[in-house]
C-alpha cells in the first residue's frame, strides 16, 4: 500500500499535483492576508524569521512565517510515515552555508526566491519574466559546473538526532510565535506592525498550509531549481511539470479572486530594474544548482533529515541578516501622488550581488573531481 | 562484466547523471548503490526511460538498483 502511494507520487501526476496544490495555495493565502503575490515565498518567509529574531531590524519584514515551519515539518511527518526520515551530513557544511548565504543575497535583490517569482508572474507582475530568464540563467551555469566534475562529496549516515536539529528549531520558533516572547525592552521577538511582515493569514491556516506542502513536496521531490536543471541537463520534464502546474493553477486563482493585476511598474514589493532582477535571480539559480536544490526542497530535504541542507537554511536565513543590516536587498517601485520612483540595488547591493557571482564561479570551478 | 556505481550519498542530480554516463558506456548489468529513496526514484525513472529494465533490491537500508537492457 505505500509502496503504491509511493509510486503515485513518484509520477507525472504526483509532481503536478503538489505544483497545482502550491499554485492555489499560494493566492489564497495572499486573499487570507499574507502580501500581494507572497502568499508563499520562502526567501521572503525565512527573511521575515531573520527580522523576528532580530538578525536584522527592517521594521517593515518581521513576523515568524508558520509556513516555513510547516514546510519543514510536514516533510518530517512524510518522512516518517513512510520510513524515509534518514540522518545524513558531512558533505561540504560549510560551502553549504556560502551558498544559502549568497542565494538569500541574489533572491532579495530581485525580492523573491524562484517560488515567489512563480506567483509574481502569476499575478501579472511582468519583472519576473526577467528573474526567472535570470533564474534559468544562473542554473545553466550550474550545469555546466556539474557536467566538468563539480561536486559537494558525499554525506554520511549519522545519528537521528542530528537530522531533528532543524525540525527542533522549527519547533521552537513555534513556540516563540504562539507565546511571543519579548526578550528585553525594545527587543526580539519582532513583529511588524506595517509593511509586509505585518500582512499575514491566520496562524493555524498558514501552518496548514506549509504542512499540506511540505507532506507533499517530501513524497514528490517538488524542486523548482531542479526543474530547470533536469530540462537543461538530460530533456528531463518530470520536476517541470509541478511547476508548470504551480503557475497555471496561480494564475487562474489569481483571475478568480481578482488579484491579477498585469504590468512592470509599481507591482507590489517588486521593482522594475531589469538589469539587478536578472543578475539577482541569476546568482540564486547558480547557488540553488551548486547546493542541489530549490529552497524549498532545502527545507523538505532538512525535514526528511539533511543536516546539510539545514546548513544551507540557515546560510539563507543568516544571508537574510546581512542583507538588510547592509542595505542589500532590493528596494521596491514606490508610486506616490501619481510619480513612479524606480526602486532597486544600492551600490553595495549590486557589489554584493557581483560578489556572490564570483564565489559561487570560484566554487564552481575549484570543487570539480578529476575525472578518471 | 558488471559495473559497478556508488552514489550513496551524493547530492543531485550526481546519482542520476553517473547511471546516465554508465548506460551510455554500454556494459551491462549496471548495478547501481543509492542511500535514499530519492535517487531510488531517480535513478529508476531515467533508466526505464531509457528502455533499461529495472530490479531493485533493499540492502540494509539502502537501495542496489540492477539495470539491464
Known sequence: MSERFTRFFASRWGIILAGATIGLLGPLLQKWGNPANMGICVACFERDIA??????????????RPEIIGMVLGSTAAALLFREFKARTGSAPIVRFMLGFFAMIGALAFLGCPWRANLRLAGGDLNAITGLLGLAAGIAGGVLFLKSG?????????????????????????????????????????????GPGSLAAPLLISLGAGLLIGFLAQRTRFCTMGAVRDVILMRDFHLLSGVAALLVVAFITNLALGQFKLGFEAQPVAH?????????????????ALAGGCPGRQLFLSGEGDGDSAVFVIGMVVGAGFAHNFSLAGKPDALAEGVLTVGGLTNAGMAAVIIGLAVCVLLGLAMREQKA | MTTKVDARGLSCPQPVMLAQQAIQDGKFPIEVLVDTVTARENVRRMAEYRGCKVEIMPVNDEFQLKLTK
Do not use: C, D, E
Open chain 1, 150 to 194: 563539480y561536486t559537494l562529496g558525499r554525506s554520511s549516515k549519522t545519528y537521528p538526532v542530528v537530522g531533528w536539529i532543524l525540525p527542533g528549531i522549527m519547533l521552537a520558533l513555534l513556540l516563540l510565535l504562539i507565546f511571543r516572547p519579548q526578550f528585553s525592552q525594545g527587543g526580539p521577538i519582532f513583529f511588524s506592525q506595517s
Open chain 1, 51 to 64: 527580522g523576528a529574531l532580530g538578525l536584522h531590524r527592517a521594521a517593515a519584514v518581521q513576523y515568524i
Open chain 1, 272 to 288: 522594475s530594474s531589469h538589469l539587478w532582477n536578472f543578475l539577482g535571480m541569476a546568482l540564486s539559480g547558480l547557488a540553488f
